[in-house]
């Protein structure tokens, strides 16, 4: 067993102790945040932070370009999580419930664009930076286990290990 699997708990409980278990593991972690945000909230928002540049620099743009931009990059990093989530080989609760983020997702992303609610632009703006949100944390929850995002730290490194250990090798044949 690895550390994951409850015994005598129901679903939801497992998922709330293992939804929390990977939000609060990373927290310490230099590398996470790092490629939290360098990768999702710099790059993964870039096309946010122009459309919202261009509609407030310049009277020719108006607001469906920051709706466009919202409306894609959600589901991009929204839709990628829910499916790592949904590929997680040992725990079904997980699984299910990156399965019903992703039909979320879905449902949402194609409300908001094909806009069959007539809903104002203000609205749309709202939900869609609240979606962005929830990505995050769907992205969040998704890697929060990953090694690949955990600090690796030798304390002993830089001085060559624990000075009391045994040195290898001898002085015979040396003249001083």
Known sequence: MN????????GFVFLGREAKRRFVKPIGQV???????LAIFSLG???IYIEWFR?????AHNVDGVKLALFTVFPAIMGA?????????DN?????????SLVLCFV???????NIFSIPDKWSIITGILFCLLAVLTWWVA?????IFEDTIRPDDSVGGDVKAKLDGDLNGIKA
């Open 3 to 10: 550390g994951t699997h409850y015994s005598g708990l129901n």
């Open 31 to 37: 590398n996470f945040w790092t490629y939290l945000v």
């Open 45 to 47: 928002g870039l096309p």
């Open 55 to 59: 509609m407030t620099n310049s009277p």
């Open 81 to 89: 999580s829910a499916v790592q989530l949904v590929l997680d080989k």
């Open 92 to 100: 079904s609760p997980i699984r299910m419930a990156g399965l019903g």
């Open 108 to 114: 949402v992303t194609f409300t908001l664009i094909a």
């Open 143 to 147: 890697n929060g286990l990953d090694p």
